[in-house]
């Protein structure tokens, strides 16, 4: 009786061994490598506050555990995306053909679904001049036919020969199921305000010669633009031009807590090339040649991720 007990109980050991092993597998299906950093799907993807996006690949990263979630259900490759609320849009190429879908977050794995064909070429959203893929958009929009904003999915498209800019964007409209090519006179983009006059109001800083840097450079008077602010609300981030390129001003990215006690330059960034968002935490996230990286509130700058593209949800 005893070794028949014996028996039973390392055949329940071998068999939970091997469940193991076939949960490890099908959560790895070659596509993206999972380890100790990572971990399998189902989760809350809600939790997940930014999406970093590598040769075609989407890993959906939780700042607050620091982990990291590769999106397995997506076989496609994935050239770009945007959050909008608990929607999480993107753009696959499917046989060099352009397609936007939509994976909508929540507590499991939901399969994403497509919504529709762009029209385009792999090639009209990517820039060989500087290796990026196309931005997407998500805006809440008024429109000729329809008075109350609706929400338009956008993506850049049509590429310069010796420019790291994108000629237009290309919206659909949730709610007519339209494609339209136009930016909108009107839209709700609280995150890029171009307006020195704007910061101070929304930041109430109605004195910012303590933001000034006086960075060397070609034009008469550096300007403070293209300000982001953190969900905290107690920090910021802006660009400081410096020159005038050939589609606008060029110049680093900055971090500036709001009672101006840090001020300073991210080096080795140019804000027309690289990418940039809040995480659930409040720390800024950038991107340089050397990875994603992400400044805490006393300015202290930590390495995140290898990759250069993303998204976040702020």
């Given at each position: 009786m005893?070794?028949?007990?014996?028996?039973?109980?390392v055949?329940?050991s071998m068999?939970?061994?091997g469940?193991?092993?076939?949960?490890?597998?099908?959560?790895?299906d070659g596509?993206?490598k999972v380890?100790?950093?990572?971990?399998a799907q189902?989760?809350?993807l809600?939790q997940?506050?930014?999406a970093?996006f590598d040769?075609g690949?989407v890993?959906?990263?939780?700042?607050?555990?620091?982990?990291?979630?590769?999106?397995v259900?997506?076989?496609?490759y994935v050239?770009?995306?945007?959050y909008?609320g608990?929607?999480f849009?993107?753009?696959?190429?499917?046989?060099?053909e352009?397609?936007?879908?939509e994976?909508?977050?929540?507590?499991?794995?939901t399969?994403?679904?497509?919504?529709?064909g762009?029209?385009?070429k792999?090639?009209?959203?990517?820039?060989?001049?500087?290796?990026k893929?196309a931005?997407m958009?998500?805006?809440?929009?008024t429109?000729?036919?329809n008075p109350?904003?609706?929400?338009l999915?956008g993506?850049?498209h049509?590429?310069?020969?010796?420019?790291c800019v994108?000629?237009?964007?290309?919206?659909?409209?949730?709610?007519?199921?339209m494609?339209?090519?136009?930016?909108p006179a009107?839209?709700d983009n609280?995150q890029?305000i171009?307006a020195?006059e704007q910061?101070?109001a929304?930041?109430?800083?109605y004195d910012?010669?303590?933001?000034?840097?006086?960075?060397?450079?070609?034009?008469?008077?550096n300007?403070m633009e293209a300000y982001t602010?953190?969900?905290?609300?107690?920090?910021f981030?802006?660009?400081?031009y410096?020159?005038?390129g050939?589609?606008g001003g060029r110049?680093p990215l900055c971090?500036?807590?709001?009672?101006?006690?840090v001020?300073?330059?991210l080096?080795?960034t140019?804000?027309?090339?690289i990418y940039?968002?809040?995480?659930?935490d409040s720390r800024?996230v950038?991107?340089?040649?050397?990875?994603?990286?992400?400044v805490?509130?006393?300015?202290?700058v930590?390495?995140?991720s290898?990759?250069?593209m993303?998204?976040?949800?702020?």
């Amino acid at each position: 009786m005893k070794n028949l007990f014996y028996f039973l109980l390392v055949m329940l050991s071998m068999g939970l061994v091997g469940c193991n092993n076939a949960s490890k597998t099908k959560s790895n299906d070659g596509k993206t490598k999972v380890d100790s950093t990572e971990v399998a799907q189902p989760v809350d993807l809600r939790q997940c506050d930014m999406a970093i996006f590598d040769k075609g690949n989407v890993t959906f990263y939780n700042s607050t555990t620091n982990t990291f979630v590769p999106f397995v259900a997506e076989k496609d490759y994935v050239v770009s995306g945007i959050y909008k609320g608990d929607v999480f849009y993107y753009t696959v190429a499917i046989n060099d053909e352009l397609y936007l879908k939509e994976l909508r977050l929540g507590n499991g794995l939901t399969d994403p679904s497509t919504i529709t064909g762009w029209e385009l070429k792999l090639s009209d959203c990517y820039s060989k001049n500087c290796g990026k893929a196309a931005k997407m958009y998500a805006e809440k929009a008024t429109t000729e036919d329809n008075p109350n904003a609706v929400l338009l999915i956008g993506i850049e498209h049509g590429t310069f020969e010796d420019m790291c800019v994108f000629q237009s964007i290309i919206y659909y409209n949730c709610e007519n199921k339209m494609k339209t090519d136009y930016w909108p006179a009107e839209y709700d983009n609280s995150q890029e305000i171009d307006a020195k006059e704007q910061v101070k109001a929304d930041l109430g800083l109605y004195d910012l010669t303590k933001f000034d840097l006086n960075i060397p450079g070609e034009v008469e008077e550096n300007k403070m633009e293209a300000y982001t602010v953190s969900p905290s609300r107690d920090r910021f981030a802006y660009a400081y031009y410096t020159d005038l390129g050939p589609t606008g001003g060029r110049g680093p990215l900055c971090f500036a807590t709001l009672d101006g006690k840090v001020n300073k330059i991210l080096e080795g960034t140019e804000v027309s090339d690289i990418y940039y968002g809040w995480l659930n935490d409040s720390r800024l996230v950038y991107s340089d040649k050397e990875g994603i990286k992400a400044v805490a509130a006393d300015g202290t700058v930590t390495k995140i991720s290898d990759g250069k593209m993303f998204v976040t949800m702020h």
